[in-house]
């Protein structure tokens, strides 16, 4: 059996919570072990992320709560108003809401009535709005998950790689629930990502090289002493970190009125997220929460990074490797781990993957803004602009209930809009120039 | 009696809603009437804003629901998790959850441990977090109520003089809610908030001039045939646009279970929120939703401009202008209307107003962000430095239960903390030059 010992035990009662260096204590609610996604094989809980016999990628399998539906909906109702309300559900301690934590989730499901007008939808649309969360993206969601993990495995540092999004969400949680944080970036991230990472006061390492010279250094010292007690949320604690994913499955099921979506849109970067609400969906129905029926899961890719899509269209089961170049950056991973697992459940489910180009993204910025008042992040722009040429393929159906997911916020890509997006017009402060200028009405 | 006439009635039935050309049938619901804040003569509900008879600003009078607290009580927590819960208590139809609108509110209060163990404070410190909001700042709430009161009267263009926050906020909304927008704004705004303010898809008018010139033009354009139809939302709608902010009251009363706070910390701008807020306390204590108690109520200001806060220290009643020069551009309005209300509202609570410089605001910034993760707009660092300014002095029982409210968010003001934010280290990828660096441990 295969838990990696934490040998920082010394440590163990900081704020970050007390350790637990016998994997026997390890206390993840309703997390009964690790399993291969692969194989099968099973692990105890620890901070190992890939199968000791085939390698391939560990999940959390759970003794999920036995009993009456209705009375899991009523202990999950008198929740907090964040992804804790579903603790029973999640490899988190029962009183995990108690803990200092950056509580994320409990997004607003926004109809979206105007665009579905604009779309043609007709059987109701939703956005899943998450750019509500903390730090303004769906990452809070898997990073809050990721500290109660390193609090149970009695970690001090929270680390991990980035160029936008988790950099903040690291910083933001660990500075809250009182860890230590230390994340790495190129050394030419523009200025405003740079506060975004910096301003939660930990450290923050440029990296002179590119985003792949950031991620191999951070694999190097995962592996040396220099890393020992430290958790990278998306490698050594990434399948805790995978799980809060699921929660955006729970909260859309929820605000449904418990009732499955009957086509979903999902932004696909990893895979991770895409992969997780189907797995999500499949415990609501196990535990009876919604009623089983079919759903259709569709993936939304950037052309300047597709590989998932182009392989969905090619009828593959093997993801072949992109250069992404695409203002779609929080999606642009060219190697998707999940690339594969997308396939399956698209192709399961009976859904697709698609992709937009650029303009495309652009354009379905602007349509949802106009539409329903949501400034989204450029995979907004890709989930929703997918969904209007799915919509157009005749791929996904306008007369289902249609959920289309928006993962961030427009103010972290404002460069994304900035060139095509300015005043109607510049007048000097009189009414002639006003009345010249052609705009009351 | 003084109803403004509408004359758009032919554009009534629009997304924007019927129009209510007769003031007797306008609908918005507790709103009884409004009334002089100065000389108490009452007007029916109508798009005015200054007494006919004394020139004093008048606000929104009430018919509150008589019964039972606790039925109240009930009624509220089934309502929706926006300030809708609360439309009781607003003047908005009692359908208005139905309508289009932003659906702002019932934003996280957050029990602020660190920062408590920081400051000193031991009684309880929350920080009320509107950049929760869905425009990230606390205008969704003024702006979702002033909609109902422009959908009420029949208006069918939304309006506002901005330099920020405000732009987005009414775009936002009146995409939403089916209302076309067009806002006025300095031509040579920053192209960030530029982006922000037109990505809504409503008319952007740049004014070739600063902000008073902004604010001028404004008001010709509403006395001119030009703006018939038009809401302003902070002028002709003012009245029930500032009713908005007693939602804060509500929530943080409700979300401490339905009790008062022992003290408030309130940014000061125009200082209506601060008296909105006083107003809705006074409200909740009237309806037998709180217990009453005394409480204290601060007023928060930069020292760049701190009109108020020189008034109050030096004993004076009447708030002398100043020219605003503060990175805390949010809050720099050098001739606050509600000023003397501010002045009243703070000694006669046993309160205070305090004012910090900019690099006292740059600290809290960071201090609330290092501590609870919470990125704050210039506003927040206001707010939080005058709270830490006024516990030394002793002005703030650190003993209490004290709120802290931060407005809007830091991705709006990076500006602001950009030059002293940044990496800890920046080193080539290898574990030599990070051991170098000193950062492992």
Redesign the interface.
């Known amino acids: 059996m295969a838990v990696q010992t934490v040998s920082n035990t010394d440590n163990a009662t900081t704020a970050a919570g007390s350790a637990a260096s016998d994997a026997g204590t390890v206390d993840l609610g309703p997390a009964a072990a690790l399993s291969c996604r692969e194989c099968g094989e099973r692990f105890e809980l620890g901070p190992i992320f890939a199968c000791q016999s085939c390698f391939g990628p560990l999940e959390v399998a759970y003794d999920l709560p036995a009993g009456d539906p209705e009375d899991l909906k009523k202990r999950i109702a008198a929740g907090p108003?964040n992804i804790w309300r579903y603790a029973p559900l999640l490899p988190v301690p029962a009183d995990v809401a108690s803990k200092?934590n950056?509580?994320p989730g409990?997004t607003?499901l926004v109809k979206a009535?105007?665009l579905a007008r604009e779309l043609g939808v007709t059987g109701g649309l939703y956005v899943k709005d998450d750019s509500?969360n903390?730090?303004?993206s769906f990452k809070d969601r898997v990073v809050a998950i990721a500290v109660e993990a390193a609090r149970a495995f009695g970690f001090t540092?929270l680390s991990c790689s980035s160029t936008g999004n988790l950099a903040?969400a690291v910083?933001?949680?660990?500075?809250?629930a009182?860890f230590?944080s230390?994340v790495f970036?190129p050394?030419d991230l523009e200025?405003?990502k740079?506060?975004?990472a910096?301003?939660?006061?930990?450290?923050?390492?440029?990296?002179?090289?590119n985003y792949d010279?950031?991620n191999?250094?951070c694999s190097?010292?995962i592996g040396?002493p220099?890393?020992e007690g430290w958790g990278f949320v998306n490698v050594n604690l990434r399948p805790y970190y995978g799980e809060g994913s699921k929660t955006l499955a729970y909260e859309i099921c929820e605000q449904l009125g418990w009732v499955l979506p009957d086509q979903l849109v999902i932004p696909v970067a990893s895979g991770s997220q895409l992969t997780k609400i189907d797995k999500g969906l499949k415990e609501l129905i196990a535990l009876g929460l919604v009623e089983d029926k079919p759903y259709k899961i569709f993936g939304a890719q950037a052309e300047g990074c597709s590989p998932v899509s182009v392989a969905f269209k090619a009828g593959h089961d093997v993801v072949r490797p992109q250069k992404p170049n695409t203002i779609a950056k929080s999606l642009a991973i060219g190697n998707p781990a999940d690339g594969p697992y997308v396939l399956d459940i698209a192709r399961r489910t009976g859904g697709a993957v698609e992709d937009v180009n650029d303009e495309q993204v652009v354009d379905a910025?602007?349509l949802l803004?106009?539409?329903?008042?949501?400034?989204a992040e450029t995979a907004g722009g890709v989930t929703v602009g997918v969904t209007r040429k799915l919509i157009e393929a005749g791929l996904l159906d306008p007369a289902l209930t249609t959920v289309v997911l928006n993962t961030g916020?427009?103010?972290?890509t404002?460069d994304a809009?900035?060139p095509t997006?300015?005043?109607?017009?510049?007048?000097?402060?009189?009414?002639d120039a006003?009345?010249a200028?052609g705009?009351?009405?």
């Open positions: 108003d200092p950056i509580n409990f607003k009535d105007n509500g903390p730090t303004h540092t903040g910083g933001a949680a660990a500075a809250r009182g230590r230390c970036i050394h200025q405003g740079v506060v975004m910096a301003i939660y006061g930990g450290e923050l390492v440029g990296i002179e090289g010279d950031v191999r250094f190097e010292l040396d220099l890393g910025i602007k803004a106009r539409t329903e008042g949501i400034f916020d427009g103010l972290k404002l809009v900035a997006t300015g005043p109607t017009a510049t007048i000097p402060p009189s009414l006003f009345r200028a705009l009351a009405r």
